[in-house]
C-alpha cells in the first residue's frame, strides 16, 4: 500500500511561484512513475506533467511547458512541482499519483496510475 500526501498549496498571485511536494509512503517509490494531475471546479481532471521512476524523462502538459517543472528525489521519496509565471487558469485542486511496477503507459493517462493522493487546492488571483 502507498500513501502519497500532497503540500505547498495557496493563495498566488498571477505571475507567481509556487512549488508542490508530494511525499511517498512504501518501498516501491523509486521503481515508480510519478505524475501530477489538476482538477479545476465543473472540469475533468487533466494531466499536468510526469516523470520516469529514474528521473530520467519528463513530460508536460502544453499549458504548462515552460512555465512547470516536474522533479524527485529518490532518497526522500518526495516529487516535487515547481510552477512559475502562474497564471488565474493554473487554479485547481492539484493531484500526486504513482504509478507502479508493473508500469503501465502511457503517463498522460490517470487510469494508468494506482495510486493518488488527496490534492491541494491551489488558487492563483488575477
Known amino acids: 500500500q502507498v500513501q502519497l500526501v500532497e503540500s505547498g498549496g495557496g493563495l498566488v498571485q498571477a505571475g507567481g511561484s509556487l512549488r508542490l511536494s508530494c511525499a511517498a509512503s512504501?518501498?516501491?517509490?523509486?521503481?515508480?512513475?510519478m505524475g501530477w494531475f489538476r482538477q479545476a471546479p465543473g472540469k475533468e481532471r487533466e494531466f499536468v506533467a510526469a516523470?520516469?521512476?529514474?528521473?530520467?524523462?519528463?513530460f508536460y502538459a502544453d499549458s504548462v511547458k515552460g512555465r512547470f517543472t516536474i522533479s524527485r528525489d529518490n532518497a526522500k521519496n518526495t516529487v516535487f512541482l515547481q510552477m512559475n509565471s502562474l497564471k488565474p487558469e493554473d487554479t485547481a485542486v492539484y493531484y500526486c499519483?504513482?504509478?507502479?511496477?508493473?508500469?503501465?503507459?502511457?503517463?498522460?493517462?490517470?487510469?494508468?496510475?494506482?495510486?493518488w493522493g488527496q490534492g491541494t487546492q491551489v488558487t492563483v488571483s488575477s
Open positions: 499519483a504513482a504509478d507502479q511496477p508493473p508500469l503501465s503507459y502511457p503517463l498522460y493517462s490517470a487510469e494508468s496510475y494506482d495510486y
Open positions: 512504501g518501498r516501491t517509490f523509486g521503481s515508480s512513475h
Open positions: 516523470v520516469t521512476w529514474s528521473g530520467g524523462s519528463t
